[in-house]
């Protein structure tokens, strides 16, 4: 099992390894040492006299006290940490940590399902989680998976009020998390808005009753969102038609946490 130390880096070492290794930035020296498990913790990018920023939380309490994305992590009981694949339920690495945790950007592939995971999709467990009796029970990856959707809806809820015109980093977001979940061939909740739509499967917008059949996809795009054609009902059942759903009809939808997959009887 790998182990990870955490050391506080100054910014001047930071810049060191920058220039010794060539790096293009800070990111991208911080990216190099969590790809090699040599996972550095600095307090700040500011100086001394600023005050560090408060990290912006979450709407909404999250599922469980001590299992949490790692991307909503500040503070680690007992400064140990578990890392584990929400896909496979195995775990990839331990942490020792010191408080507040403050890591911006974290990577790593999963070594017995060999899935590349970020800070949005890696699980980490706190000693207080009963990892013993939820594997006895074979409830751990049920837990697992039940964090991090319960993470992807609220983070979605939260940027969703940061939304621009033109945020492209929010729309490659939003097309990570969908293909997370093909990656992980996961059953959504139906007690859960979606955060992506699939062919052949029907939704409903509980802030409209519109029912929304999608018939196919029409574009093949590689790393953000594609285009759908898409049957839509309306609310009273006396109309419909088809259309063709881009990012700019899809994205508000998600983000606005009100698509729902369709029971039976909505279906048309």
Same mark, same amino acid.
């Given at each position: ?23 293009? =930035? ?5 990216? =190099?040492?969590? #790809? ?9 990018? /500011? /100086? ?13 309490? #999250? *599922? ?62 706190? @000693? ?17 998976? *039940?964090?991090? @959707? ?51 499967? /029907? ?13 196919? +996809?029409?574009?093949?795009? +590689?790393?953000?969102?594609? =285009?759908?054609?898409? +049957? ?11 259309? @063709?759903?881009? /990012? ?8 606005? +946490? ?11």
């Amino acid at each position: 099992m790998a182990t990870i130390r955490i050391r506080e880096w100054t910014k001047e070492q930071l810049e060191e390894i920058r220039d010794a290794e060539s790096h293009s =930035s800070h990111d991208s020296v911080i990216k =190099s040492l969590l #790809k090699d498990h040599e996972l550095a913790q600095f307090a700040n990018a /500011t /100086t001394p006299s600023e005050d560090p920023a408060e990290p912006d939380s979450l709407p909404g309490e #999250k *599922a469980f006290d001590d299992l949490t994305v790692f991307d909503e992590l500040t503070t680690v009981d007992s400064g140990v940490l578990f890392l584990w694949c929400p896909n496979c339920g195995k775990e990839m690495a331990h942490l020792s940590v010191e408080n507040p945790l403050r890591i911006p950007v974290y990577e790593m592939e999963c070594q017995r399902c060999l899935t590349h995971l970020d800070h949005h999709a890696i699980v980490g467990i706190e @000693i207080g989680y009963p990892i013993e009796k939820r594997l006895v029970e074979e409830t751990l990856q049920d837990d697992l998976k *039940a964090c991090v @959707i319960d993470y992807w809806d609220r983070k979605l809820e939260h940027l969703a009020v940061e939304v621009t015109d033109d945020d492209t980093d929010l729309e490659h977001l939003v097309w990570q998390f969908g293909q997370y979940v093909r990656d992980f061939d996961w059953d959504w909740p139906a007690d859960v808005p979606v955060i992506g739509v699939e062919p052949g499967t /029907t939704y409903r917008d509980e802030m409209t009753g519109d029912v929304l059949q999608v018939i196919e +996809r029409v574009t093949d795009n +590689r790393n953000e969102l594609d =285009s759908y054609r898409v +049957r839509r009902s309306e609310s009273d059942g006396d109309r419909s038609e088809t259309e @063709i759903m881009g /990012t700019g009809t899809l994205m508000p939808l998600l983000l606005r +946490r009100s698509l729902y997959l369709a029971e039976e009887a909505d279906e048309p």
